[in-house]
């Protein structure tokens, strides 16, 4: 069973949150709030995802890739602990602009651990790596564990390992308390409709609302992954930062691999309208692993984390996250 923190323990507590707009940083700054901390946050447009808790944060604007923006806003917050979320996190669009993902992701987090090294307040920081950076696993290597060797295949993955060992390196060489975390694929609400689950939920919710033709595209169906539900997710980020060892990495994960067939089957469950599906080729990856799966023994014997959110209710969840948008979208317009 997770540990629970003393909210009260925490109340002085301030965190910083790159990425605080987006799926998973909206989410993580919801759990803070919620564990009594302090919690700012780096936009770099508008409020996104924590428009609606935006009056219980402060948030700054500026650019990942600016170290003199990056380091004002953290000169001035002054944080006790970074979460460095921000990221260009999509793995197709890292195909077809890999600088772009290259930039974004390891000049972003330069700029974090530089302008963190440079304060005295000496914050704890979580990087925020992925599964991506493990890359061509051989069957023989399942589960994933922390010391399966980096094998990137895609632009993505090579930005994620980079900050993976960046965050190692700025731990060995400046005795910075870094803590590397590496997550595998999450689901929930308000993720974008770039991504596997929210993709279907989106079409099946324009289906069922009459606006688009029954017929639903995807991609590879075969392929396993390791689906978490970002809420659990984001409870083993806290976790792993507070209770995690400066210069480890933690694996964040279900350990159960599913089909990408069996996520669509499960929406399909949840609604009552015949859908026709059609491959895509424009959803197919240039290259892409059979299974993947981890070893997540490692934080839970450091920090008691596990996940609690069934697969069925994040499914369902994000499946009601966009009929709430698709209704939304039609009733107004």
């Not at 759990?31 to 944060?57: C, D, F, K, M, S």
């Not at 390992?161 to 960046?166: E, H, I, R, V």
Request: net charge neutral; with cysteine.
């Amino acid at each position: 069973m997770a540990r629970v923190c003393d909210k009260r323990s925490k109340r002085n507590v301030r965190v910083f949150i790159t990425g605080i707009s987006g799926f998973a940083g909206s989410f993580l700054a919801e759990h803070l709030l919620a564990n009594g901390y302090e919690v700012w946050g780096l936009v770099h447009r508008g409020p996104g995802h924590v428009a609606h808790i935006q009056t219980q944060l402060t948030l700054r604007q500026g650019d990942i890739t600016d170290f003199e923006s990056v380091y004002a806003v953290l000169a001035e917050c002054r944080p006790a602990r970074i979460y460095h979320l921000a990221a260009q996190s999509f793995v197709p669009r890292s195909w077809e602009n890999p600088w772009e993902t290259l930039e974004n992701n390891i000049r972003g987090q330069l700029n974090v651990l530089e302008a963190a090294r440079r304060l005295d307040s000496a914050p704890r920081i979580l990087v925020v790596g992925s599964n991506e950076a493990y890359g061509r696993v051989q069957p023989n290597e399942l589960p994933i564990s922390e010391t399966t060797p980096f094998r990137p295949i895609s632009p993505y993955g090579v930005s994620k390992a980079t900050q993976d060992l960046m965050g190692y390196q700025y731990w060995a060489t400046y005795g910075m308390h870094v803590v590397r975390v590496r997550p595998f694929n999450h689901i929930g609400p308000r993720q974008s409709a770039q991504f596997v689950a929210a993709a279907f939920a989106s079409q099946l919710a324009e289906i069922e609302a009459g606006v688009r033709p029954p017929v639903l595209y995807v991609g590879n169906l075969d392929a396993k992954r390791d689906f978490s539900d970002v809420r659990d997710v984001v409870r083993a980020y806290h976790l792993a930062l507070e209770e995690g060892t400066a210069g480890e990495v933690y694996n964040v994960g279900s350990g159960e691999a599913r089909s990408v067939q069996s996520l669509l089957d499960t929406l399909l469950a949840f609604t009552s309208v015949e859908v026709r599906v059609e491959r895509d080729p424009a959803r197919m990856r240039p290259s892409d692993i059979p299974e993947v799966r981890a070893d997540i023994r490692k934080i839970q014997a450091t920090t008691g984390w596990a996940p609690e959110i069934p697969f069925e209710q994040s499914v369902r969840d994000v499946l009601d996250y966009w009929r709430q948008r698709v209704r939304a979208r039609f009733h107004s317009s």
